[in-house]
């Protein structure tokens, strides 16, 4: 077994002459890209050191930010214009970042995967199902995001399969070079294009006041029944927390090669990703505002296939091709990183190599759960017929069972003292992370329950 | 220049698997922590020690994923129609 962490210096001892065992390739690849993490630490250079270890947290909370997110912030934007959900989307990345942090800690401390640890800590059961559910809820959502991404394209005029084409090959470039740095640098350069909607959302036109008052009177609430309020909270928190960015963060993490050394700058990484993540969500619901504000509303859901025409009609030509190219980046992005957290959590629970450093023959399993979810998900929208819009708005609802479960473990393993030793949750993290799984959970039980409800007609 | 970019033309850091010959090797993976060495990875954690309410806990869990799981399933395959 791993010694337990007590015993480890804040400075870990590095391994001398003689001392190494058996070294892989992924070995002297991390190896090599520690190296730069530690010259620039031990120059002080700060920036170059951010710059170095900064990537899963803003990749997990952008890559958040997909297709189907964005689509529901403008809708609602759209249906309730500026009011309660800007704040709220604010807090719930607020919430979000509380979550990562610990994906991040847990990752950095001991070097394995969340579905690793929950195998090898709480039994094959809980870990298997944390990863099957996670696979059937990443391939629903894949689905999202390609149709996402066929909406961008389709503003212009390009047809459904140069969708599947340019995703399939985004994914395949992406690995191409078998190496993490290479993966999260190119994912990270598509990650800046999710400010396309806060520029589109300042070009739209907006009302500064309007915007100012929602999120200094956090209102107004909006008006409708007691289930759309609750579906309207609940999706929009599912829409921030999801099972996938755990998986994905804390296994990144260890891709990356973090240690506890790095948990300042992993700190910085998750609140920078939670930051920019929380504004350009305000972006794309300011962006439906002002449809709402001319009564151009009523786009909803993933029927907002019709939002880059309808902005075009109120704000220009300009704002609606800003908000089409966003949703491409949107869905381009998740699509990297829903594939990355299926073939890490597929490699985890099988126990197999799972990391971008290995070559394809090392990593056949975790490479192909890579590719293959992307290519299901792309083959799925080629159907006729397929019912793509229900696919779309009911990925949510898929992860409400394994979010509570998630959540939980996340929790029990950023407690485990064993593990953890010094590193491990303090009372203080506690209390918030506490209050944020209960509060999550609960919202994503609720919405399940309600869903359930809605459907079999028991409520209206 | 340090010594080493002197010798291999190189900055540090810069060196790949090819290259790395048994010097490099050697410095390069001081640059890791022992267990982040894949050697040190493959090896199992133990199970951890539940105490009487994490079990307690870890039952009320299952009984919520049976009970929403089958609700969720269902939600989702009505929806879809």
Do not use: D, E
């Given at each position: 077994m791993t010694p337990p962490v007590e015993q480890k210096s804040p400075a870990p001892p590095r391994l001398s002459k003689g001392e190494w065992p058996e070294l892989s390739h992924e070995d002297l690849d991390r190896a090599a890209d520690r190296s730069r993490v530690f010259w620039a630490r031990e120059g002080g250079r700060r920036w170059q050191l951010l710059w170095l270890l900064v990537g899963p947290g803003v990749l997990a909370m952008i890559g958040e930010n997909d297709g189907p997110s964005m689509i529901s912030y403008a809708s609602s934007g759209a249906a309730y214009g500026y009011g309660f959900f800007l704040p709220f989307i604010v807090v719930t990345f607020g919430a979000a970042i509380v979550c990562q942090e610990m994906c991040m800690r847990v990752g950095a401390v001991t070097h394995r995967g969340y579905g690793e640890l929950v195998i090898q800590r709480y039994g094959r059961v809980w870990g298997w199902f944390n990863a099957g559910d996670l696979v059937l809820t990443n391939l629903v959502t894949l689905v999202a995001e390609f149709v996402a991404l066929r909406i961008g394209l389709a503003y212009f005029h390009l047809p459904a399969w140069v969708a599947v084409v340019f995703g399939l090959a985004l994914v395949a470039f992406s690995q191409s070079g078998h190496r993490y740095w290479r993966w999260e640098r190119i994912a990270l350069g598509l990650a800046v294009f999710n400010g396309l909607?806060?520029?589109?959302?300042?070009?739209?036109?907006?009302?500064?006041?309007?915007?100012?008052?929602?999120?200094?009177?956090?209102?107004?609430?909006?008006?409708?029944?007691f289930n759309t309020i609750l579906l309207l909270v609940a999706s929009t928190i599912g829409a921030t927390v999801t099972p996938w960015m755990i998986f994905f963060q804390q296994s990144a993490t260890v891709d990356k090669g973090m240690t506890p050394r790095d948990l300042k700058q992993g700190r910085a990484d998750t609140i920078l990703g939670g930051v920019l993540a929380a504004l350009f969500g305000c972006g794309a619901l300011v962006v439906g505002a002002v449809l709402f504000s001319h009564h151009a509303g009523g786009?909803?859901?993933?029927?907002?296939?019709?939002?880059?025409?309808?902005?075009?009609?109120?704000?220009?030509?300009?704002?609606?091709?800003?908000?089409?190219?966003g949703l491409i980046e949107a869905g381009a992005l998740a699509l990297l990183t829903i594939s990355a957290s299926t073939g890490y959590a597929v490699g985890e629970a099988l126990g197999v190599h799972h990391s971008f450093n290995y070559s394809v023959r090392r990593a056949a399993l975790f490479y192909a759960c890579n590719i293959g979810a992307a290519l299901i998900a792309g083959a799925v929208i080629l159907i006729p017929g397929v019912p793509l819009l229900s696919i779309a708005l009911n990925a949510n609802v898929l992860a409400t069972?394994?979010?509570?479960?998630?959540?939980?473990?996340?929790?029990?393993?950023?407690n485990d003292r064993q593990l953890m030793g010094r590193w491990a949750n303090k009372r203080k993290t506690n209390v918030a992370a506490l209050v944020v799984v209960v509060v999550v959970a609960v919202s994503g039980a609720a919405y399940g329950i309600d869903s359930f409800l809605l459907a079999t007609h028991l409520i209206h | 220049m340090d010594d080493h970019t002197q010798q291999t033309g190189k900055p540090r850091g810069e060196a790949t698997f090819l290259d790395a010959q048994d010097d490099t090797r050697d410095e390069l993976v001081g640059y890791l922590e022992r267990d982040q060495l894949e050697v040190e990875m493959d090896k199992t954690l133990p199970p951890a020690r539940l105490g009487?309410?994490?079990?307690?806990?870890?039952?009320?869990?299952?009984?919520?994923?049976?009970?929403v799981g089958a609700m969720v399933i269902y939600t989702f395959i009505a929806g879809l129609h």
């Open positions: 909607f806060l520029l589109a959302a300042i070009l739209a036109g907006p009302s500064w006041s309007a915007t100012g008052r929602a999120f200094v009177t956090i209102g107004p609430f909006p008006g409708g029944s786009v909803q859901g993933l029927a907002g296939a019709g939002f880059p025409g309808a902005l075009r009609n109120v704000s220009g030509a300009l704002v609606a091709t800003l908000f089409a190219l069972v394994l979010l509570p479960v998630a959540l939980v473990f996340l929790l029990m393993l950023a | 009487h309410w994490s079990r307690v806990g870890l039952w009320a869990l299952r009984v919520f994923v049976l009970v």
